[in-house]
T-cell receptor, first 112, second 112 residues
Framework: QKEVEQNSGPLSVPEGAIASLNCTYS??????FFWYRQYSGKSPELIMF????GDKEDGRFTAQLNKASQYVSLLIRDSQPSDSATYLC????????????FGKGTKLSVIP | DAGITQSPRHKVTETGTPVTLRCHQT?????MYWYRQDPGHGLRLIHY???????DKGEVSDGYSVSRSKTEDFLLTLESATSSQTSVYFC???????????FGNGTRLTVT
């Protein structure tokens, strides 16, 4: 059973702080990793994707991938109340696969 | 939402009736997907398509069928709806197999 695990939260951080969201995956063959943000009652929207070990930065967001340890994380700097949402980690099952496996999501709450 | 329209947005139906959900895209993307999202399960792939008339099963395909007669349309049919199919259904599209998914607004289906 290929799995993607996330802490369900809620994760509460004060406004302006760094929020750190973590995700572990079981399939060592996984090649592509995605972070989605989902507001309550809305559809998931892509935040970041990362394919290689290391860090990838986009504005206030940084994705970190460590394939040896099988985890991927998302850092949100200068957290804003508008960042309050559920964050979904998704991992492809194998190279060239159509099928993403999603984690159940971590609920983030940014406190003003 | 990346030129993806799902219809209907909400539907209530009775057990045993057939239901068809429609996904229409204007992006001319080759790959289309149907996911369902349930509390405690996250997003799970039902079926996907890699071209006109080319479809395959995902991890939760029992009780569902799909059709894709045109690039822009991907239909999901519940042959005989059951209460366990009450869920939020999301259509997604992607440019390539490993590229990020972009989701439609979702259809909330209730089977009574």
């Amino acid at each position: 059973q290929k799995e993607v695990e996330q802490n369900s939260g809620p994760l509460s951080v004060p406004e302006g702080a760094i929020a750190s969201l973590n995700c572990t995956y079981s399939d060592r063959g996984s090649q592509s990793f995605f972070w989605y943000r989902q507001y309550s009652g809305k559809s998931p929207e892509l935040i970041m994707f990362i394919y290689s070990n290391g860090d990838k930065e986009d504005g206030r967001f940084t994705a970190q991938l460590n394939k040896a340890s099988q985890y991927v994380s998302l850092l949100i700097r200068d957290s804003q109340p508008s960042d309050s949402a559920t964050y979904l980690c998704a991992v492809n099952r194998e190279a060239g696969s159509y099928q993403l496996t999603f984690g159940k999501g971590t609920k983030l709450s940014v406190i003003p | 939402d990346a030129g993806i329209t799902q219809s209907p947005r909400h539907k209530v139906t009775e057990t045993g009736t057939p239901v068809t959900l429609r996904c229409h895209q204007t992006e001319n993307h080759r790959y289309m997907y149907w996911y369902r999202q349930d509390p405690g399960h996250g997003l799970r792939l039902i079926h996907y398509s890699y071209g006109v008339k080319d479809t395959d099963k995902g991890e939760v395909s029992d009780g569902y069928s799909v059709s894709r007669s045109k690039t822009e349309d991907f239909l999901l049919t519940l042959e005989s709806a059951t209460s366990s199919q009450t869920s939020v259904y999301f259509c997604a599209i992607s440019v390539e197999r490993d590229s990020p998914l972009h989701f439609g607004n979702g259809t909330r289906l209730t089977v009574t």
